[in-house]
Each structure stands twice: as structure tokens, then as C-alpha cells.
């Protein structure tokens, strides 16, 4: 997940943090589209372990001849133990500990990639993580749905630029995969304010999906989901 996002806070915190410290301006970026449109299967529903592996998980992730042109490789930085977000609210430990960790709660195996469209952006993170079975995967997707419930905000502290408030929402989730699910943070205060994270967190068999959007049109995030999952199910062969 993209560090949690499920892991999505890997790539949450790594791409709000080289973001510019100028409010995003929305662009006219091409955003992922499915290479192609397969067959539709059904997901898996057994709750028999799967073993996965990172090198596995990497072929299921989108790569840059996926993505529409005017896209590039995002280099992936050393996790270097920060946790950027914080809150002096109770309510929010859960969700601010999911944004601070490198990997699903849980992953047996895990491997993100980031890709942006300029340096305004958009900024594009893609996630997965192998939690052995369905059963893990939907508990925590639920686990993570119900901690953006209880949040309002968080506070994202930037190294040399001090605090950022952001406002935490529930927004209407791409429909792929199963039990999509899907929040954003605003900067309403502070030297990030206006700057949007988008993120949706979906499930394929036994692997959680996460896909981020940082600094987007507002359009990005529906085609960006289907395209990963598009491909996650090629790859991975869930039936």
C-alpha cells in the first residue's frame, strides 16, 4: 500500500514531502488507462493462504509503458524512519499510525512505484500488498475505512517548512476490485494549504491495491484504480 495506504503511506508521505511548497495546479496530464480489457473473473473467495513473493507483486504493478505518454519514473527513496503525521486527537492514533508505516499492517510481501506527470504533477503512487488471504485483506480495508471515520484531520510536518493541517474525508471510491474504498487529505493550513492527496485501497484475492494521486486534476484516480487492477488481476491470476 503506499505507506499504508496500506502501506500507502510509503508513497504518501515520500510524494507530499518532494512536492513543492506552491499550491498544485491542476494540469491536462493523461492519466492510466487498462492496457486492455480482459475477460472478467470472479475474485477469489477461498480463505486458503496464498504465498506471494516481492518479485511476483512487482510484475503485477503498473509499469511505465502502461501509462499514457508525458509520464515518468519516480527514483524510490530509502525509508528513512520518519512519520511526517501526527494528531493530539486520540481519535485519529489509528489512521495516523496507518500513514506512518512502509507497509499493510500484516504484509507478507509488499512493493510500490510513483510516477508523475511534471513537477506540478499529478503525482501517481501504485501499491501492493500480499496478506495471505482474502479474509486479511477485507479486515483491514475495514480497519482503515472505519480510522478515516473517526479522523478529521491530521497535521503532515514537512522537514524546512513547517506544519500543514489537513482536512480528512471519505470521497466516493473507483469502483474495481473488491470493496473499494477511498479518503482524501486537504491542506487547509500551513505551508501546504490547498495541496490534495487522493487515495482508494481495493482488494484482488489475497493482495490489498492502493493507488495515491497527489497534486491531480480531480479526474485522476478512477483510471488510475481500474488500470491497476486491470493488470493485478492479469498478472496475479485471481479467479
Do not use: H, W
Not at 508513497?11 to 480482459?38: E, F, M, N, Q, R
Not at 503525521?85 to 486520540?90: G, L
Not at 522537514?159 to 489537513?166: D, E, F, I, L, Y
Amino acid at each position: 500500500m503506499t505507506r499504508f495506504v496500506l502501506a500507502l503511506a510509503a508513497a504518501l508521505s515520500v510524494s507530499l514531502t518532494a512536492c513543492s511548497g506552491d499550491d498544485p495546479k491542476a494540469g491536462s496530464t493523461p492519466t492510466p488507462t487498462p492496457s486492455s480489457t480482459p475477460t472478467p473473473v470472479a475474485e477469489k473467495t477461498s480463505d486458503t493462504p496464498v504465498t506471494r513473493t516481492s518479485a511476483e507483486l512487482t510484475k503485477a504493478l503498473l509499469e511505465l509503458s502502461d501509462l499514457p505518454s508525458g509520464f515518468q519514473l519516480e527514483k524510490d527513496d530509502p525509508d528513512d524512519g520518519s512519520k511526517p503525521f501526527s494528531s493530539p486527537t486520540s481519535k485519529c492514533k489509528a489512521l495516523v499510525k496507518y500513514l506512518n508505516a512502509t507497509k499493510a499492517p500484516g504484509s507478507k510481501a509488499s512493493v510500490t512505484r510513483t510516477y508523475s506527470g511534471g513537477q506540478e504533477g499529478p503525482y501517481i503512487d501504485f501499491g501492493l500488498d500480499a496478506m495471505g488471504t482474502a479474509g486479511e485483506v477485507a479486515d483491514l480495508r475495514d480497519a482503515y475505512a472505519d480510522a478515516v471515520d473517526d479522523c478529521a484531520k491530521v497535521t503532515l510536518r514537512t522537514a524546512g517548512a513547517g506544519n500543514t493541517s489537513m482536512k480528512v474525508e471519505k470521497i466516493t471510491a473507483p469502483a474495481y476490485g473488491t470493496k473499494p474504498f477511498a479518503f482524501r487529505l486537504t491542506g487547509t493550513s500551513g505551508p501546504k494549504r490547498g495541496l490534495e492527496y487522493a487515495a482508494a485501497v481495493t482488494g484482488v484475492g489475497d493482495v490489498i491495491i492502493s493507488v495515491g494521486v497527489l497534486a491531480g486534476g480531480g479526474t485522476e484516480l478512477d483510471p488510475a484504480t481500474e488500470a491497476a487492477v486491470t493488470k493485478a488481476k492479469q498478472v496475479l491470476k485471481t479467479t
